[in-house]
């Protein structure tokens, strides 16, 4: 019986190993390589564990873990478990970083999160503000968002005279400006709240391109666009 030597062996395994690459794999990563050092990039390998708010939410085993995750949590730690990170003003109240359910299924009240009580202090949304999958009727205590409102075409919104500052677009996921119209309306958005806004139509599935947009940096078409009795 022979005897093997772990260290000599090791280099050889990988010798050989390196010896049976084919030109083109070589090829590939010195490209790779070249690339990388000429634009001062390095490749970053994650071995930490998936923060909370980056998990995925597809099966009903996946609710259930994330339902169980949030059970007995306060506010701030649901925003911080959705990625939102929460500031408290001097008078007490509150500014998160942003709006928006994280995930590309379920939503706030399938997940058990009562958004009214989540928002509950919450003044003012310093990023956007993305009400897809979101049941909210209104903006509670938000007087203030610094970056675009995102409504979706069958939002729950009924209300949102409440918002005094907008200082992006409202964006409406619809299929045209029509329909766009017709979810403003029925809205009684504060004109002043917009001064420096558009409202833009998204088509559904584009997300970047020539959206169409209409103008309202002027009040009375605003107003025009709510008082159309021909929108139901």
């Not at 085993?61 to 994330?66: K, R, V």
């Not at 949030?70 to 007490?92: A, C, P, R, T």
């Not at 939002?155 to 400006?177: M, P």
């Not at 002027?218 to 139901?232: G, H, M, P, V």
Request: aromatic fraction near 8%; charge should be negative.
């Amino acid at each position: 019986m022979s005897l093997i030597h772990p260290a000599c062996d090791t280099k050889h395994i990988i010798k050989r190993a390196m010896n049976n690459k084919s030109l083109a794999t070589l090829a590939e990563e010195e490209q790779k390589a070249k690339f990388l050092r000429e634009n001062n990039l390095t490749i970053e390998y994650h071995t930490k564990p998936t923060p909370p708010h980056k998990r995925i939410l597809c099966t009903k085993e996946d609710l259930q873990e994330f339902q169980t995750l949030i059970k007995g949590k306060s506010n701030d730690e649901i925003f911080d478990i959705l990625g939102i990170e929460v500031e408290y003003n001097e008078n007490g109240s509150k500014s998160i970083s942003h709006y928006r359910w994280p995930f590309s299924s379920f939503s706030f009240d399938i997940a058990g999160i009562d958004e009214e009580k989540l928002l509950d202090g919450v003044t003012e949304i310093k990023g956007y503000c993305d009400l897809t999958g979101s049941n909210l009727e209104n903006l509670c205590s938000v007087k203030k968002i610094r970056g675009d409102l995102v409504i979706p075409l069958f939002t729950k919104l009924k209300d949102l005279n409440g918002l005094q500052q907008l200082n992006g677009n409202i964006i409406c996921d619809a299929e045209n400006l029509e329909d766009t119209k017709s979810v403003i309306k029925k809205l009684n958005i504060n004109p002043q709240a917009l001064r420096n806004g558009v409202v833009t139509t998204r088509p559904w599935g584009i997300y970047s391109g020539e959206f169409y947009s209409l103008p309202i940096q002027q009040t009375e078409q605003l107003n025009r666009i709510q008082a159309e009795a021909s929108y139901k």
